[in-house]
């Protein structure tokens, strides 16, 4: 269940635009056979601050099988077009475990330590010290919202970004892969010309185990992109993971407000 909330986290954090505004994506998300989960993602970005927040829940049978509920809440600074995290928080909740997780920064947006529990017992705080190479780069958050400001700026997704999550290091690779036409559906009544972009993970040789590497050169996240017709701001219509441990993930904007 944690590789679905991953995934959907990236799927609603992808596009964004520079200029001071808020923006609601709600998806549903659909796993192998089932009707797995509903999101709500909301993000504000200005010229110098930005928040993100997504909260999953799932439903339906996978909710029977799997009950899982999540939010992650990240905020930071931009400073001379450099993403700053300057918080982050989440809480997470399956069958038997309640987790929570806030990390602490430093004014250049480096993660100095965290404080995690399990099921409200055993608060742990554990010091970071951040790689030397890890310049201007934090959480895959941050990334993430870098990534949004690419796209916005020039239209394209190519990059390779570094991530630093406090424990590991890694790289997330975007392609671009040209315009592609989306229909609706009964899911989405989202259609149009739409520019399409892949995401995967490089561990840098470290081999980690960990879901994130899961999402691999062979086996990326694909992702569809139309523009608001109101205000032109460019939000996720569609996204495809062709396989996973239980089987295709295709997961549906329905319904986007924007706010400027």
């Known amino acids: 269940m944690k590789k679905l909330a991953l995934i959907l986290f990236f799927f609603l954090t992808l596009v964004s635009k520079v200029n001071a505004h808020q923006v609601i994506h709600y998806a549903t998300a659909f796993l192998g056979p ?3 989960s509903d999101a709500v993602f909301q993000y504000n970005i200005s010229s110098n601050d930005y928040l993100v927040q997504t909260n999953i829940e799932t439903i339906g049978l996978f909710n029977t099988l799997y009950p899982f509920s999540a939010e992650y809440k990240t905020t930071g600074k931009i400073e001379k077009n450099i993403f700053k995290t300057t918080s982050y928080k989440s809480f997470s909740q399956s069958r038997f475990n309640t987790r929570q997780k806030e990390m602490f920064y430093d004014k250049n947006g480096k993660p100095t330590y965290r404080i995690s529990s399990k099921n409200s017992f ?19 958050q941050t990334v993430l919202a870098e990534i949004v ?15 630093f999550d406090g424990k590991k290091n890694f790289d997330i690779i975007f392609n671009d892969e040209g315009k592609e036409h ?3 559906n009964e899911y989405s009544p989202f259609t149009g010309k739409a520019t399409k972009c892949s ?10 185990d960990d879901l994130i590497f899961q999402i691999t050169k062979e086996n990326p996240v694909n992702v569809w992109i139309l ?34």
Do not use: M, W
């Not at 995401?199 to 980690?208: K, P, R, S, T």
């Open 34 to 36: 089932f009707n797995a």
């Open 122 to 140: 055993n608060s742990k705080k554990t010091e970071i010290l951040p790689p030397p190479d890890n310049i201007h780069t934090t959480d895959l």
């Open 149 to 163: 400001s690419q796209f916005t700026q020039v239209g394209f997704c190519n990059a390779r970004l570094h991530v």
């Open 182 to 184: 989306i229909s609706a």
């Open 199 to 208: 995401f995967y993970a490089d561990d840098l040789g470290q081999n980690h």
């Open 227 to 260: 523009n608001d017709k109101k205000t032109n701001l460019p939000f996720i219509a569609k996204l495809e993971k062709d396989s996973t441990s239980l089987g295709k993930l295709s997961v549906y904007t329905n319904k986007v407000k924007i706010k400027d």
